[in-house]
């Protein structure tokens, strides 16, 4: 239960430096490694994958992280450590690719890897559908109705948020990429 693999334990490593580096420089952080839209100034070709270890807040780092541990050693056990990778950039690099073509006019960044991270849930579901998890450490629940519940969840979110904050439509967009990778 506690272990943890060797890519996931690089992934969590780079986060967390790209997190300190992102409070040691302030805004420039976001304004280097964010993800922007092509139309912004700030805009560079490198963001498609650096968005990907930007992380807004302590809160955000944290919950990210803990999914990509829970969640992503088990995929790494089971595919390999190469499979898992490529599966997380595809969906991680798609969901941010995919967010920046359909909101060209935006002028909010996207930081954060939950478009990775929500293909590496269904990446999981997939893989160990029956698997018994423990929603909130206390309601014993099979990893499929999980997956389902949490995607499900976040598309409510999406139609009921106007402003920037979260980005659902990139969380969404990592469950679409994940499933179309697996199948």
Known sequence: MGRITETVKVLLIINVIFFIGSITLGDKAI?????????????????????????????????????????GKDLEIDWGKNEFLIFYFVCGIGAGFITVLISMNSFVPIVGASGALFGILVGYGFTFANKIVYFFGYFPLKVKYLIISLCVIDFCSFLATTGPGISHITHLFGVIIGTVYIF
């Open 31 to 71: 304004e280097l490694f964010g993800l922007w839209f092509p139309k912004n100034e700030n805009f560079e070709f490198w963001q498609i994958i650096t968005h990907m270890f930007m992380h807004g807040d302590i809160g955000h780092i944290f919950f990210n992280m803990f999914v990509l541990w829970m969640f």
